[in-house]
């Protein structure tokens, strides 16, 4: 039933009006000002979708939330290719053949908050480039937690560690992983990669991680 707060006007004029106006306005605020707006109905968010080029492989469950995770997907490493030295990262290691460093993420700093985390539990993908150095014999190690509010694990990846032996040509290489229906209570993530110079060389030898990613997944990959 029309009334001042909620004019009654055609569904075409307010689907209009919503295009027009910001996405958290029409998921947060509309809605508590009028249920017979629709605002969370499919129509509206596909179509946002659509007019932002974030149209996705597959059709989601929930559009809305599909919209919004692929708003703020982005790496949430900090300096992934370490061209600024260590900035946002931990040195681990230290001596002159072993280098690791980690980071630690935030979920909720970074608006991952805990209704999401438990109730949607989105894909998280991790991502590691390393190329082999000629010059030294080498192992390249990765580990990716997903911890709880305590930082204690709650999922884990960590693959056997990878040998380059002196003397290897190979491209650079990539590692990937997906995490899925990891359960509850993911508050961060941990990422620690690194290598050790097997044939204890002075100096820069060995492999090089030369860009990193963790990624929070709007639909299932």
């Not at 106006?21 to 109905?41: I, Q, T």
């Not at 509010?149 to 990937?176: A, L, R, T, Y």
């Amino acid at each position: 039933m029309a009334n001042a707060m909620c004019p009654s006007l055609p569904s075409l004029v307010l689907e209009k009006i919503f295009l027009n106006l910001p996405a958290e306005d029409v998921a947060l605020n509309c809605r508590s000002v009028c249920g017979h707006w629709m605002v969370a109905c499919k129509k509206h968010w596909v179509e946002r979708c659509w007019r932002e080029g974030i149209m996705p492989s597959r059709p989601p469950k929930n559009w809305l939330l599909f919209y919004f995770l692929s708003k703020k997907r982005r790496n949430l490493l900090i300096n992934p290719r370490s061209e600024d030295g260590l900035n946002g990262w931990e040195s681990v290691g230290g001596d002159t053949w072993m280098c690791y460093k980690r980071q630690l993420i935030n979920l909720r700093k970074d608006g991952y908050g805990p209704a999401l985390m438990d109730d949607i539990q989105p894909d998280i993908k991790i991502s590691d480039w390393y190329a082999p150095n000629s010059n030294g014999q080498s192992c390249y190690e990765i580990l990716v937690e997903l911890l709880d509010q305590n930082k204690k694990p709650i999922n884990v990846f960590h693959p056997e560690p990878v040998n380059i032996e002196q003397g290897n040509d190979q491209q650079s290489c990539q590692v990937s992983h997906v995490f899925k229906a990891y359960g509850p209570g993911v508050r961060f993530i941990c990422f620690t990669h690194g290598m050790i110079d097997t044939g204890n060389w002075a100096g820069s030898h060995g492999i090089q991680a030369i860009n990193s990613s963790v990624e929070i997944c709007p639909e299932k990959e």
